[in-house]
C-alpha cells in the first residue's frame, strides 16, 4: 500500500523537501542566491501549508478524537509562519533581517514538521483512516500542489511601475493560494 503517493508519504516526502531549502540556504553567502532559494522555500511551504489546509486538516477533524483541537493548534502555527514569510517576501538577501527572519521561520517549521510527524498528527491519522482513504486523500494533495507554480512566474515582474501600479501586487505566498484555491489571481 505504501507506494509513497498515500497522504502521509506525500506530506512527509514536502517536510523533507523544505528541510533541504534550508540546507541550501545555509550553505550559501550569496545574497541573491539566497534571495531566490528563499522564493523557492517561500512557494514550497505555502503550497504545503494549503494543501493540508484543504485536505489533511478537514480529514483530521472529522476520525479525531482530539481532532479539532489538534488542527486549530496547527492552524494557529500555519498563520504564525505566513506573517514570517510575508515580511520576509519584502527583504533582499542581504538586509540584515534577512537572516534571524529566517531562523525564525525555521525554527517554526521544524517545530511543525516535529509534530506532525511524531507522536500526533500522521500516526494517528494513519490508523484511522482506511488505506483507500489514505490514498485518496494523497492524490487529492498531488493534483491540488500541481496547481501551483514552486517558482514565481519569470514572466510576472517582481516590481510594476509605479505609475501604472494599482492597489500591492501580490506576493508569493498568497499567489500560490489563489492558485490552489480556485481564486483569481488578477
Ligand atoms: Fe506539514
Same mark, same amino acid.
Given at each position: =500500500?505504501?507506494?509513497?503517493?498515500?497522504? +502521509?508519504?506525500?506530506? +512527509?516526502?514536502?517536510?523533507?523537501?523544505?528541510?533541504?531549502? $534550508?540546507?541550501?540556504?545555509?550553505?550559501? /553567502?550569496?545574497?541573491?542566491?539566497?534571495?531566490?532559494?528563499?522564493?523557492?522555500?517561500?512557494?514550497?511551504? @505555502?503550497?504545503?501549508?494549503?494543501?493540508?489546509? =484543504? $485536505?489533511?486538516? &478537514? @480529514?483530521?477533524?472529522? !476520525?479525531?478524537? %482530539?481532532?479539532?483541537?489538534? +488542527?486549530?493548534?496547527?492552524?494557529?502555527?500555519?498563520?504564525?509562519?505566513?506573517?514570517?514569510?510575508?515580511?520576509?517576501?519584502?527583504?533582499?538577501? %542581504?538586509?540584515?533581517?534577512?537572516?534571524?527572519?529566517?531562523? *525564525?521561520?525555521?525554527?517554526?517549521?521544524?517545530?511543525?514538521?516535529? #509534530?506532525?510527524? #511524531? &507522536? *500526533?498528527?500522521?500516526?494517528?491519522?494513519?490508523? @484511522?483512516? /482506511?488505506?483507500?482513504?489514505?490514498? %485518496?486523500?494523497?492524490?487529492?494533495?498531488?493534483?491540488? *500542489? *500541481?496547481?501551483? &507554480?514552486?517558482?514565481?512566474?519569470? /514572466?510576472?515582474?517582481?516590481?510594476?511601475?509605479?505609475?501604472?501600479? !494599482?492597489?500591492?501586487?501580490?506576493?508569493?505566498?498568497?499567489? +500560490?493560494?489563489?492558485?490552489?484555491?480556485?481564486?483569481?489571481?488578477d
Open positions: =500500500m505504501a507506494d509513497g503517493t498515500d497522504m +502521509v508519504s506525500v506530506l +512527509v516526502t514536502d517536510h523533507e523537501e523544505i528541510k533541504e531549502f $534550508f540546507r541550501q540556504i545555509e550553505s550559501t /553567502s550569496d545574497p541573491e542566491e539566497r534571495r531566490a532559494i528563499a522564493d523557492r522555500l517561500t512557494a514550497e511551504v @505555502a503550497r504545503h501549508s494549503v494543501a493540508e489546509e =484543504m $485536505f489533511l486538516y &478537514p @480529514a483530521a477533524r472529522k !476520525v479525531l478524537p %482530539d481532532g479539532d483541537a489538534l +488542527v486549530d493548534e496547527e492552524i494557529e502555527e500555519h498563520d504564525e509562519a505566513e506573517r514570517l514569510f510575508k515580511r520576509w517576501e519584502d527583504m533582499a538577501g %542581504d538586509d540584515p533581517e534577512f537572516l534571524p527572519t529566517y531562523q *525564525k521561520i525555521r525554527d517554526g517549521l521544524l517545530h511543525h514538521i516535529d #509534530e506532525e510527524e #511524531e &507522536p *500526533k498528527l500522521f500516526p494517528q491519522m494513519q490508523a @484511522a483512516l /482506511s488505506p483507500e482513504d489514505q490514498q %485518496d486523500l494523497g492524490d487529492k494533495l498531488t493534483k491540488a *500542489k *500541481k496547481l501551483a &507554480p514552486t517558482r514565481p512566474h519569470p /514572466s510576472m515582474p517582481k516590481e510594476p511601475p509605479g505609475d501604472m501600479l !494599482v492597489g500591492v501586487p501580490l506576493g508569493v505566498f498568497d499567489r +500560490v493560494r489563489d492558485l490552489m484555491s480556485g481564486r483569481p489571481t
